[in-house]
C-alpha cells in the first residue's frame, strides 16, 4: 500500500512536472508528452519534418495536426513551418469548404503562438524570438493574403486594424523593425483603403505612406553601415523592393495632390495651433509631399515657431521667406534651423534637407551650396549628396553628369544602389527617345532640303 502511494505521488509530482514544463518551455522531453503520447509525438513530428522537406504538404498536415493538438510546447517549427504549409494547402486546394477550413487553421495557428508565446521562446534562441507584434503582423500579412477567396466574413478594415495592431505591438516592444515583407503588403491595404475613401482616409494614408518608409529608410541605412557585405546585401535585398512598391503606390495612388492636402490642413492647423506635436508633424506631411510652398505650410511653420523653434518650423519660416523673395531672411532662417540641430549627423540631414528646397526652387547654385554643407556636417551623406546632384543634373538636362552622379551614389551607399539604377534607368530611356527624335528629325530635315532643292532645280529650269 505504501509503495503504491509513493508511485501515485511520485507519478502526480512527474505530471506536474511536465505540466509546468510544458508552459515554461524546459527540456524537448518534457514538452512531448510521456509514454504513449511521447511516442506518437516524436513520431509524427519527425512525419511532418520529412514532409515539409519533400513539399508533401497533405501528409504534413497529417502529422502536424496530432502533434500540434497534443504537444504545442514541442517546437517552433509546428508554428513557423505549420504555417508555410498552411498556405500551400490553401493555394493548392480548389474546394472551398476546404480552403476556409485550412485558412480557420492557418488563422488559429498564430492565435495559439501568441498564447503561448512566453513559453515558446523560453527554449528558442534569443534572436530567433518573436514578440506578440511580430506574431500579429504576420498573421495580419496571411490574412490579407487570403482572407478574400477563403473568409467570407473577410473585411479590409478588419486586415488594416490587424496589420496597425501587430506594427504598433512591434513598435512598442521595440527591439526590431518590421520586416519588409509585411510592410509591403500593410502598404497594399493601406492604398486600397484609400481608393476607397479618398478624402476621408487620405491622412491617414499619409502618414501610412511616412511611417512604412521611414523604416525602410532606416534598415537601408542599417544595411550602409553594416561591415559585412552579405549581411548587407541581405537587409537590401529585405528593403529596397518594398521600398520601392511603396513609393510607387504613393506615386500612382496621387494622395498628395496640393489641392487636397492644403484643403484637409488648412482647418486642422487652426484648430491645432497650439498643438506643437500635431503641427511639427503636419509639417512633416507636408513637407514630404510637395505642400512646403502653401501658405498652410507657412501658417503652420510660424505657429510651431513661436510655441518653441525647432528646426523643422524654422525651415517653414525660412521658405516663406524665401518664397516671398527676401532672401537674406530666409538665409537667417535657413541656419537656424541647422543651428537648432543637436548634432552633426542631424545639422547635416536639416543641409540636405534645405539643398532639396533649394532644388525643388530651381536654385540650384544654393543648392550645391547646402549639399557641401551636408558633406562637411556629416561625411556619411556623401551617397545621398551624389543623388541630389543627379537630380539636379537631370533638370538641367545634363544626363552624362547625371549618370555619373548616379553611379558615385551607388558606389558610396549600398542603399541607394536601386534608387540611382531606377533614376539612370529613366534617363537611359529619356537619352533613347531623345535620340530617335533627333534621328527622326534629321532625316526629315534631309528630306525638306532634297525637295527644296528640286523644288529650287525647276525654278531655275524654268527661268
Known amino acids: 500500500m505504501k509503495t503504491k502511494n509513493v508511485f501515485l505521488a511520485v507519478a502526480m509530482m512527474a505530471m506536474s512536472a511536465t505540466a509546468m ?24 513530428l519527425s512525419l511532418f ?3 515539409i522537406n519533400g513539399s508533401n504538404w497533405a501528409e504534413a498536415y497529417e502529422a502536424w495536426k496530432p502533434a500540434f493538438e497534443k504537444a504545442p510546447f514541442a517546437q517552433m517549427g509546428l508554428y513557423t513551418n505549420g504555417a508555410y504549409m498552411m498556405a500551400m494547402l490553401i493555394q493548392g486546394e480548389q474546394d472551398a469548404a476546404k480552403k476556409q477550413q485550412y485558412f480557420q487553421e492557418l488563422m488559429n495557428i498564430y492565435d495559439t503562438r501568441v498564447k503561448n508565446l512566453d513559453g515558446l521562446n523560453s527554449f528558442t534562441r534569443v534572436d530567433r524570438r518573436a ?20 473568409d467570407p466574413t473577410y473585411t479590409l478594415d478588419k486586415a488594416y486594424a490587424m496589420f496597425k ?9 521595440g527591439g526590431r523593425e518590421v520586416e519588409g515583407f509585411v510592410l509591403d503588403a500593410f502598404f497594399r491595404v493601406s492604398y486600397a483603403k484609400y481608393q476607397a475613401d479618398n478624402n476621408g482616409f487620405r491622412e491617414s494614408f499619409l502618414q501610412d505612406y511616412l511611417e512604412s518608409k521611414d523604416v525602410c529608410d532606416k534598415m537601408l541605412q542599417l544595411a550602409k553601415e553594416e561591415t559585412n557585405p552579405e549581411k548587407a546585401q541581405k537587409i537590401v535585398a529585405k528593403y529596397d523592393q518594398p521600398l520601392n512598391t511603396i513609393e510607387g503606390l504613393f506615386a500612382e495612388s496621387k494622395a498628395a495632390d496640393r489641392e487636397q492636402i492644403v484643403a484637409i490642413f488648412t482647418p486642422k492647423i487652426e484648430a491645432n495651433k497650439d498643438n506643437l506635436a500635431y503641427l511639427k508633424s503636419a509639417l512633416t506631411l507636408m513637407a514630404a509631399n510637395d505642400c512646403d510652398d502653401t501658405p498652410v505650410y507657412y501658417k503652420a511653420a510660424e505657429y510651431a515657431y513661436n510655441i518653441e523653434p525647432t528646426f523643422e518650423s524654422a525651415i517653414g519660416t525660412a521658405q516663406k521667406y524665401y518664397k516671398d523673395g527676401e532672401t537674406a531672411k530666409s538665409v537667417k532662417y535657413y541656419n537656424d534651423a541647422i543651428d537648432l540641430c543637436q548634432s552633426d549627423t542631424q545639422k547635416g540631414n536639416i543641409a540636405l534637407r534645405v539643398a532639396a528646397a533649394m532644388r525643388k526652387g530651381g536654385d540650384f547654385k544654393s543648392a550645391y551650396a547646402y549639399l557641401d554643407k551636408a558633406m562637411q556636417y556629416n561625411p556619411d551623406l556623401e551617397g545621398k549628396c551624389f543623388m541630389q546632384r543627379a537630380n539636379i543634373a537631370t533638370k538641367e538636362k545634363n544626363y552624362t553628369l547625371a549618370k555619373q552622379y548616379c553611379d558615385k551614389a551607388a558606389a558610396a551607399d549600398i542603399t541607394l544602389e536601386g534608387q540611382a539604377q531606377r533614376l539612370k534607368s529613366s534617363i537611359q530611356t529619356v537619352e533613347a527617345h531623345n535620340a530617335e527624335y533627333a534621328r527622326q528629325k534629321a532625316e526629315y530635315d534631309r528630306q525638306q532640303a532634297e525637295l527644296k532643292a528640286e523644288e529650287d532645280f525647276w525654278k531655275a529650269g524654268k527661268k
Open 131 to 150: 514578440t506578440e507584434g511580430d506574431v500579429i503582423a504576420r498573421k495580419a500579412y496571411d490574412y490579407a493574403a487570403y482572407g478574400p477567396s477563403c
Open 49 to 51: 519534418q520529412t514532409a
Open 165 to 173: 495592431d501587430g506594427i504598433n505591438k512591434i513598435n512598442e516592444q
Open 21 to 44: 514544463a510544458q508552459y515554461e518551455g524546459t527540456a524537448w522531453y518534457d514538452r512531448i508528452g510521456t509514454g504513449e503520447d511521447s511516442l506518437r509525438t516524436r513520431q509524427n
